[in-house]
């Protein structure tokens, strides 16, 4: 799982923090529910194309959405979580394809 490097965040060494906290928790989650770590990690990995994918589709949904109805207001909570800016919808379509290319190289 790589870490939360995203530029433009507000509190970096916060987010790490949770972001570390939450990988313990589903690690320990895994461990208790007696799965193997090696195992689900690779059937994470599996699924990880499938959920990059689905969130570049989301970003071109709420993209358009925006387009054709500029008078939405999207709550400030969402439009943080999603990155809902042009700027960063240019970047989530960028690094999309640049992980398509990297996917279709392998």
Do not use: C, W
């Not at 059937?43 to 993209?63: G, Y």
Request: glycine content about 2%; aromatic content about 4%; hydrophobic content about 35%.
């Amino acid at each position: 799982m790589p870490a939360p490097h995203q530029p433009g965040l507000i509190d970096p060494a916060s987010t790490e923090h949770l972001f570390n906290l939450a990988g313990r928790v589903l690690t320990d989650h895994i461990i208790d529910s007696g799965q193997s770590l090696e195992e689900r990690a690779s059937l994470l990995r599996l699924v990880a194309p499938l959920l990059e994918e689905l969130n570049l589709e989301h970003h071109q949904v709420i993209a358009q959405l925006r387009q054709e109805k500029p008078q939405l207001d999207f709550p400030e909570l969402y439009t943080e979580m999603f990155q809902l800016s042009e700027t960063d919808e240019r970047e989530q379509r960028e690094h999309a394809a640049m992980m398509q290319s990297t996917e279709s190289r392998s």
